[in-house]
């Protein structure tokens, strides 16, 4: 009887929520139909609207036509004037159709037709009397201002029609608003209602359901919440049984191999996850086999790399551990894993700065061994050029020794924190500076028959250090150097640029040399990085990249364009106004 009872009254719960949703549903159909009924009188009076707009904008093109015929004699002016002709009185009409409701807009149509012909007729008059020679009665007829009243007229009473559909248009927006809320409120309502009887009726379902379905809907959960936690971890895990088909991928794991779970699952395990040596691309064996075989949990390789669909390989490091029953029986292995492609770019990064610090160390070395060596050979090319019948050309070559032996002193001077040149920074004459590197290397041209094309403009000049601009031309004009043949040709232009923020000086430098491939692009500016074999250092782009970024300049490599041969263009640009930072 009990349990006859707890049924009656369960049947009796869900007839009376079938009920309320029935109800509910005729309701919200009735709202429905109202709310679809406004939305359909909103948007015709949009579409009213928007008929009255064409309508005004064919007289207006219409106009404009006539104007534009009458100044230029051209027919092809009469276009927009030959569409009105053709279409103002079809837009009337469907104004009349679309207002057939509205004793008051159907009062106006009449005159607007009228208007709207009187418009067309004053416009047709003086076509035809430019088109029969009387230009200036065509004139005339314009300037009485007739054409004038009339639009204006017709602005009028477009502007009176206007009005009142948008006032028909906001009340029957307010209309359909209400529609919406009742709507809106009948289904939270029935929402509501629906919600609160399936509670009431899982409250006296679950209360009677018996051991095993606790049992069963407990297991559920746990599994569930297992899933929830491998899906959220951060690192990739990958589940398989105990044949090495896999069962469970989570998003990091779906991310890392390019693989759904739905495409993976029941794979094996070496298709889903390829691994191969990171230098030799040779296949690395599987973790999961290892440990299905070993019965422990195993490490991967170092320098593994992981290929995902795409064919792209990334660096990867895991682990692998045994899923066991309550038996210990082997059931499964888990397999977490984790992107290692930063800690390889901060390992890579790391071992650059040991090695620009040493670099630093060594420079320093050698500019204290070199200093004094170096003020010796200044003092003895002083005292030759001193020397009374020195031919004028060995005057003028010691004179560029002495220059580049300043130079070279100048860096020394730097490395050893000595100079301080950096801290009063001046004007500094750019073409000057490119001339002055161009002197210097006048003998590295000539010995491979280099042709120099010059293209400078003469430029304000910029506010920086004269000694490290020097550095940075002289760096770009002598790879430039390297990189041609012999009788190659190096361009050197110097352009004066308004930027974003003032005026600037963009510098280019273009040779006909080979080129830099495109994988080296993005990393010839890097520190120790060179194309130039058993010669280059891959410090002096680095060098120049940092001095052009403290005067507050870029720098860009590309290609030439337009041209046979293949080749180099760097591009500096340095803004004319700029603190330099010290």
């Known amino acids: 009887m009990q349990n006859f009872q707890k049924r009656f009254s369960v049947v009796s719960g869900f ?33 009213v609207l928007l008929e009255l707009a064409q309508t005004e904008s064919l007289l207006k093109d219409a106009e404009t036509g006539q104007r534009g015929f009458l100044y230029t004699g051209d027919s ?57 020679g009387d230009r200036d009665g065509a004139k005339a007829l314009v300037q009485t201002d007739a054409g004038l009243s009339t639009m204006e007229s017709i602005r009028r009473l477009m502007a009176e029609m206007e009005k009142e559909e948008t006032s028909l248009e906001s009340s029957r927006s307010v209309i359909y608003r209400k529609s919406v809320q009742s709507t809106i409120g009948s289904i939270y309502l029935a929402s509501f209602l629906a919600a609160l009887g399936l509670i009431v009726l899982a409250y006296f379902i679950l209360r009677e359901m018996d051991m095993r379905e606790r049992h069963s809907q407990q297991m559920l959960e746990r599994e569930e919440w297992f899933r929830s936690t491998l899906t959220s971890l951060g690192d990739a895990v990958i589940a398989t049984d105990e044949k090495g088909r896999v069962t469970f991928l ?69 682990s692998a551990a045994p899923i066991r029953d309550l038996t210990q029986k082997l059931i499964g292995v888990v397999l977490v894993f984790r992107d290692a492609t930063f800690e390889r770019k901060s390992q890579e990064l790391l071992r650059k700065s040991e090695k620009l610090a040493a670099a630093a160390r060594l420079a320093a070395t050698v500019a204290h061994e070199i200093n004094n060596p170096l003020e ?46 950096s801290n009063t920074p001046d004007e500094v004459d750019v073409p000057a500076v490119i001339e002055s590197v161009l002197k210097i290397y006048a003998n590295k041209f000539k010995t491979k028959n280099i042709t120099i094309v010059r293209e400078i403009e003469v430029c304000q000049p910029i506010h920086g250090l004269a000694g490290e601009l020097k550095q940075a ?28 923020d003032g005026k600037a000086i963009h510098v280019l430098i273009e040779d006909d040399g080979p080129g830099v491939a495109l994988d080296h692009r993005d990393r010839i500016f890097e520190p120790f990085f060179t194309t130039k074999k058993d010669v280059g250092t891959g410090l002096g782009l680095w060098v120049t990249k940092e001095i052009i970024g403290r005067h507050g300049g870029s720098i860009q490599v590309s290609s030439r364009e337009g041209k046979s041969a293949s080749g180099a263009v760097f591009h500096v640009v340095l803004p004319c106004s700029y603190e330099v930072e010290l």
Not at 112 to 119: D, E, F, H, I, P
Not at 473 to 500: H, P, Q, R, Y
Request: hydrophobic share 40%; glycine share 6%.
């Open 76 to 132: 092809k002016y009469l276009a927009p004037y030959d569409l009105a002709v053709d279409q103002i009185e079809p837009r009337i009409e469907n104004l009349a159709r679309l207002t057939a409701d509205n004793p008051n807009q159907q009062a106006r149509i009449p005159e607007l037709r009228k208007l709207s012909q009187q418009k067309l007729g004053e416009l047709h008059q003086t076509i035809l009397l430019y088109e029969s």
């Open 250 to 318: 989570n998003l990091i794991a779906e991310q890392l191999t390019g693989r759904t779970l739905e495409q993976a699952k029941g794979k094996a395990i070496q298709e889903v996850f390829p691994i191969f040596n990171e230098s030799t691309h040779q296949v690395v064996e599987n973790p999961v086999k290892k440990v299905m075989e070993l019965g422990h949990v195993v490490g991967l390789a170092n320098h593994t790399v992981l290929q995902r669909t795409d064919g792209t390989y990334i660096p990867i490091e895991d």
């Open 376 to 421: 010796a050979i200044g003092n003895l090319i002083y005292l030759t050029r001193e020397m009374p019948g020195l031919p004028a050309q060995a005057s003028e070559q010691l004179g560029l020794a002495e220059l580049e032996l300043e130079r070279v002193s100048h860096i020394a001077r730097q490395t050893l924190g000595f100079y301080r040149e």
């Open 473 to 500: 031309m002289s760096n770009l004009i002598s790879n430039a150097a390297d990189a041609v043949n012999e009788n190659g040709t190096i361009l050197v232009k110097l352009v004066c640029v308004d930027g974003a």
């Open 15 to 47: 007839v009376l929520l079938l009920a309320v949703l029935i109800a509910n549903a005729i309701v919200t159909r009735r709202q429905l139909a109202v709310q679809i009924a406004n939305q359909e009188w909103t948007e015709h009076t949009q579409q």
